[in-house]
């Protein structure tokens, strides 16, 4: 166990190494173009145009669901003695969807990126407003790729016969994101990095813990 809790981390490690000026490259010189490109010709269909520009918000519904969700069948599962996988699922979905969603509203504000919407209709806004709250500006990180990722994550760390279909989810998300204009490429490869880095986080905190109050 400690193994492989050492290779994730390192694994992690260079991961955000490299992700860093990976996200440098993207913010001057491929955010925009990936951008453009979506406006010029996804969005030269109306009906497109149409349909993206009134897809609800539900991510806040998610988290709640989940929580909710969560705390109700872990208390009924772990009550009753039953600590399977379903029920150590439980426990760690009922602290990383809040804290997922809280993370990503905080970085939200401390990097202040304009989102590609907005940067659509005023290009001359377009980068980072650290720290500075204003409207339009929470582009950065994306916070559907990170709540719904560590979500996923959380998934296949339990049921591992599901990775496959959390890492099409994942990608096929991202691609959405991307080509709504809902976000630009960067703000969706850093959502999805935060969001496996957070889960190994708080399971980290979780049930390592745990493992070593059983020892």
């Known amino acids: ?3 492989v809790t ?3 981390s390192r694994g992690l490690a260079v991961m955000g190494a490299l992700l860093v000026p990976f996200t440098v490259l993207c913010v001057f010189y491929i955010d925009i173009p990936v951008a453009a490109f979506v406006r010029d010709y996804l ?8 349909v993206t520009s009134e897809l609800p918000d539900l991510l806040l519904s998610v988290v709640i669901v989940s929580t909710a969700g ?3 069948l872990y208390l009924f ?6 600590l399977d996988r379903a029920t150590l699922l439980a426990k760690e979905v009922l602290l990383l969807a809040p804290a997922s969603y809280l993370v990503k509203a905080l970085l939200k504000i401390a990097f202040g990126r304009s989102n590609t919407r907005y940067w659509l209709r005023a290009p001359g806004d377009y980068g980072f407003h650290w720290f500075q709250m204003k409207e ?6 994306s916070g559907h790729m990170l709540v719904i990722v560590a979500l996923l994550a959380a998934l296949w760390r339990f049921y591992p016969e599901t990775r496959s279909i959390g890492i099409v989810t994942s990608v096929l998300l991202g691609v959405a994101l991307v080509a709504t204009n809902y976000h630009f490429f960067s703000d969706v490869v850093v959502g999805a990095y935060l969001a496996l880095l957070l889960e ?9 813990r745990r493992g070593a109050s059983s020892d």
């Open 70 to 72: 969560s705390c109700v």
């Open 43 to 50: 969005y030269a269909n109306r009906h497109w145009g149409a």
């Open 136 to 141: 339009h500006c929470e582009g950065f990180p």
């Open 77 to 82: 599962r772990s009550g009753r003695g039953i």
């Open 1 to 3: 166990m400690t193994d």
């Open 200 to 208: 190994v986080m708080v399971s980290r905190l979780i049930f390592c």
């Open 6 to 8: 050492d290779r994730t």
